[in-house]
């Protein structure tokens, strides 16, 4: 399974962005998908999640300003982020957990897009 991200940027505080992140291969069922990033000598962090409940959860820093979501016919992950910050400001990172067509279970990461607010 191979997720591509796509749609990073660079954009004025206060600015919006909507990163995307393709699923493809043979994939039978996708459970959890999650954005991550990690910003210049920082470790990675988990920005947001989804469930196939369509329960979904974010970080502090994030709540009220980003929106995790899931396009289900065409398996695409989104990410509506307004009000940006410089803190924003990291490589984003997609991650999606699931069964294949094999009914093997997969774990995959997108290769991330950077995003880059400035002040």
């Known amino acids: 399974v191979q997720l591509q991200a796509s749609g990073g940027g660079l954009v004025q505080a206060g600015g919006s962005l909507r990163p995307s992140c393709a699923a493809s291969?043979?994939?039978?069922?996708?459970?959890?998908l999650g954005w991550y990033r990690q910003a210049p000598g920082k470790q990675r962090e988990l920005v947001a999640t989804?469930?196939?409940?369509?329960?979904?959860t974010y970080a502090d820093s994030v709540k009220g300003r980003f929106t995790i979501s899931k396009d289900g016919a065409k398996n695409t992950l989104y990410l509506q982020m307004v009000s940006l910050k410089p803190e924003d400001t990291a490589v984003y990172f997609c991650?999606?957990?699931?069964?294949?067509?094999?009914?093997?279970?997969?774990?995959?990461w997108g290769q991330g897009t950077l995003v880059t607010v400035s002040s």
């Open positions: 291969g043979s994939i039978r069922s996708i459970n959890t």
């Open positions: 989804w469930t196939t409940d369509g329960s979904t």
């Open positions: 991650n999606a957990a699931g069964t294949t067509t094999y009914f093997a279970p997969f774990r995959s």
